[in-house]
């Protein structure tokens, strides 16, 4: 089993769709999660950061972590064309261990 | 401007060549790291440097060596014993360890596409 799994998609959402964007992970012992988002070709960018469990928010995005189910969710509200990209997840067990990625999902927003 | 910038932005290797990969910051960030991006799978990482004069493995080092003369580089180099060297290629910093929270995500470069002919 991966320590972090998402599901690859493709996922394809219409402009305005609120998306739900999940990762599932194994090892209890994370504490940092982050969201990046990459463009094609690109590097990532990071998108949110969030420390064990709860929601953050920022402008049309939420992260939620769930540590009692190893499940993170990033919610994108309002989606636009722009936001289509790769969604990467990210964790890792304290502020100086190597992170952990997931595969990454892709999402298309039609206009 | 500050930024983590990688050249060239693609790269072509033929079988039995080393090629050099480049990565400089100007972030003034101690941590420097190369990762490996294969379609379907999740960032992996090839070499990382807490600090200039020192590096360390990751989790797939075998067919790479890198370099950490100057804080603001990060070269890697992709050997013959590289075997399947294929990949995006990617490079990113932080800040050291201790400086807590998001100071020490990682931020990273465009990427370099190496491509075998």
């Known amino acids: 089993q991966k320590e972090v799994e998402q599901d690859p998609g493709p996922l394809s959402v219409p402009e305005g769709a609120i998306v739900s964007l999940n990762c599932t992970y194994s090892?209890?012992?994370?504490?940092?999660f982050m969201w990046y988002r990459q463009y094609s070709r690109k590097g990532p960018e990071l998108l949110m950061y969030?420390?064990?469990?709860g929601n953050k928010e920022d402008g049309r995005f939420t992260a939620q972590v769930d540590k009692s189910s190893k499940y993170i969710s990033l919610f994108i509200r309002d989606s636009q064309p722009s936001d289509s990209a790769t969604y990467l997840c990210?964790?890792?067990?304290?502020?100086?261990?190597?992170?952990?990625f997931g595969p990454g999902t892709s999402l298309s927003v039609i206009p | 401007d500050g930024g983590i910038t990688q050249s060239p932005k693609y790269l072509f290797r033929k079988e039995g060549q080393n090629v050099t990969l480049s990565c400089e910051q100007n972030?003034?960030?101690?941590?420097m790291y190369w990762y490996r991006q294969d379609p379907g799978q999740g960032l992996r990482l090839i070499y990382y440097?807490?600090?200039?004069?020192?590096?360390q493995k990751g989790d797939i080092a075998e067919g790479y060596s890198v370099s950490r003369e100057k804080k603001e580089s990060f070269p890697l180099t992709v050997t013959s014993a590289q075997k399947n060297p294929t990949a995006f290629y990617l490079c990113?910093?932080?800040?050291?360890?201790?400086?807590?929270?998001?100071?020490?995500?990682?931020?990273f470069g465009p990427g370099t596409r190496l491509l075998v002919l």
């Open positions: 990113a910093s932080s800040m050291p360890r201790g400086s807590g929270g998001v100071g020490e995500t990682q931020y």
């Open positions: 090892n209890s012992a994370f504490q940092y």
């Open positions: 969030t420390y064990s469990s």
């Open positions: 990210a964790m890792r067990k304290t502020s100086y261990d190597k992170v952990i």
């Open positions: 972030l003034n960030h101690d941590a």
């Open positions: 440097s807490q600090i200039v004069n020192d590096f």
